[in-house]
């Protein structure tokens, strides 16, 4: 049975002040298990959830992602940057570009900082929950464990917590805390449970991203970092689920912009008593709406930047094709050539080098230089030297349109022209 319970926190003597020392009874809160839970949805519910689904499988149907590789990808690097800015990461699109080139050509080495190699890894966590979660017949709680440590190499305590750990208040004592999340105790059941309620269809699979995240965020089970796993989750789930193998959804970035319809919702979610009360009941069907209400939105707003991918790829042919005319070469060059090929990698790949180009197209190198040369002549790639021996060429205008997106983001109405940013974004792009 879900609720609250009392536990006592002895004071700490060596705290830096009075408040700091003070010791007394707090409230951990314990969820139930989802596995077996039961759910009831109300009509308009069901029918919410229906839409939302029916507007997930448009977008996944968008000309852009069948037309552009790099579609998904855009997208899984606009939820990475945004993710981390929020952790307090910050740094810039083409620096979190560099380092991850950095791991895939060893002629690259500078150009970024520490701060940009650890967003790079949250890129690299992301797609991992998209791509390995998805694959393996069940996930288990060890996998989870992995991904938190990919998401935070350098935090000191991996796995599962054995200590209370809150959210707001103080860091010497969980007295004023906003939640305080279950007993360490509580924690390796509740995560095992997780992982089996992931690896079922027990609900339609919009209803079990949103109870994953909320029961995950509840569980709270590691130290720090929570807030990238549980929104890495709501991937996972969703492909696990066959509903967005194609692309990512920026869902849990609208709930952070909508922080304080986020936390009412959470809130509700935690019900005490039964599952099967009306109070648990409400309080199911509030935090679905708001995550449904998120879902809603990320569709719309991923559907615009599949538009703007399009209008940029559109604008990129038609450099190239007049830069082709300038040379007495046809206009378009065959579908197959590693030009054109490379031309629809771009917002995926937008910082490569010959030797990248050769392993992406598996091309040889004199063909990947020549295509690289014919892109930066039409002004579709502004070469840069990386390295003594090593030139990187840059899709600048991708990463314009990332800094635009998670800007548009960080709006409560979604244009930074109506409303300003609610959280830490980068400049504008100069014109």
């Not at 010497?172 to 906003?178: F, K, M, N, V, Y």
């Not at 939640?179 to 992931?198: C, G, I, R």
């Not at 689920?241 to 986020?262: C, E, F, K």
């Not at 010959?354 to 197209?361: F, H, K, M, P, S």
């Amino acid at each position: 049975m879900a609720g609250y319970q009392e536990a006592l926190w002895a004071a700490v003597w060596d705290a830096p002040s009075k408040k700091h020392r003070r010791g007394g009874v707090y409230r951990p809160y314990v969820p139930d298990p989802l596995v077996g839970r039961s759910l009831v949805l109300g009509p308009q519910l069901a029918r919410d959830v229906a839409k939302v689904e029916g507007k997930v499988q448009r977008l996944v149907a968008h000309p852009a992602i069948h037309g552009l590789e790099g579609f998904a990808r855009f997208l899984l690097r606009s939820e990475a940057l945004a993710s981390s800015r929020i952790e307090g990461l910050q740094t810039s699109p083409q620096q979190v570009a560099l380092a991850e080139l950095a791991g895939q050509d060893d002629g690259v080495s500078k150009g970024f900082t520490a701060t940009a190699r650890l967003v790079a890894n949250n890129v690299t966590a992301i797609r991992q929950a998209v791509t390995e979660l998805v694959a393996v017949d069940a996930v288990s709680v060890d996998d989870i464990v992995a991904l938190h440590r990919v998401l935070l190499p350098d935090e000191r305590h991996h796995g599962l917590r054995g200590m209370q750990n809150w959210v707001g208040g103080g860091v010497w004592h969980p007295l004023d805390a906003e939640f305080v999340p279950p007993p360490p105790e509580y924690v390796q059941p509740l995560m095992d449970d997780l992982a089996a309620y992931v690896n079922g269809a027990q609900h339609a699979a919009l209803v079990q991203a949103a109870l994953a995240h909320a029961q995950f965020e509840t569980i709270h089970p590691f130290t720090d970092g929570n807030g990238r796993v549980g929104r890495a989750l709501i991937h996972t789930v969703l492909a696990r689920r066959g509903l967005t193998r194609s692309a990512i959804l920026p869902i849990s970035l609208v709930l952070l912009t909508q922080s304080d319809a986020y936390v009412a919702g959470l809130t509700a979610y935690r019900y005490r008593g039964e599952a099967s009360s009306p109070e648990a009941e409400s309080g199911l069907a509030r935090w679905l709406e708001v995550f449904l209400e998120a879902t809603s939105t990320a569709v719309e707003q991923a559907d615009t930047f599949a538009d703007d991918l399009i209008e940029l790829h559109e604008e990129w042919v038609e450099r190239l094709q007049r830069f082709r005319i300038s040379r007495n070469l046809r206009p378009a060059p065959r579908a197959d050539s590693a030009v054109a090929r490379l031309l629809g990698l771009l917002p995926a790949a937008p910082v490569v080098t010959a030797r990248t180009v050769e392993r992406l197209l598996r091309v040889t190198h004199p063909a990947a230089r020549q295509a690289l040369e014919e892109l930066a002549g039409a002004g579709i790639l502004a070469p840069k030297q990386l390295e003594r021996n090593t030139t990187g060429y840059l899709a600048r205008q991708v990463f314009d349109l990332l800094t635009l997106t998670e800007r548009r983001l960080a709006s409560t109405r979604w244009d930074t022209r109506e409303s300003v940013p609610q959280r830490v974004v980068p400049a504008r792009p100069q014109k």
